[in-house]
């Protein structure tokens, strides 16, 4: 049994509920307690209690990126020229802001930010990159690379 604070545990069939919704997240509540061996009352209870406790944050749709226009995937290395608070807010609210950023890090090491893009194309990523990243006040540098093929792209945690 795995304990993630005082008031949360996360007993064997919890984790093999968590496993079947990151395989399928559509699955109804009565497929999922015979996928786990419960009963429907019972799987409404821990999925509850789950979503309560944030184990679970959402349910979404995951869409293929290239079918829906946007063919470039895109990483985005970037640096501040200071590193002040006001700066870091300014910079943090305008990546919040663009819809291309499909995620953003803050980094230690040789850059301040990553930031995970989807683009349509090349003319796009221009005018990602100079109309938006630029543009901010407090970006120093920014470095792109563009992703050739996706090896390995997962949204599912290993639960053991």
Known sequence: MIEYSQDQVLDNIDKAILQELQTDGRV????????????PPA?????????????????????????????????VNMNLQLHQQEQIDTVRAAILDIPEVLECYSLTGEYDYLLKVA????????????????????????????VLTELKSTTALPIE
């Open 43 to 75: 799987i409404h209870a821990r999925l509850k209690r789950l979503e309560e406790q944030g184990f679970i944050r959402q349910y979404v749709a995951l869409l293929d990126r290239e079918k829906v226009g946007y063919d470039m995937l895109c990483f």
């Open 119 to 146: 683009i349509r194309n090349r003319k796009d990523l221009e005018r990602f990159v100079m109309h938006h990243l630029t543009k901010i006040s407090g970006v120093h540098q920014v470095h792109t690379s563009i």
């Open 28 to 39: 109804s509540n009565a497929e999922l307690a015979r996928r786990v061996n419960l009963s």
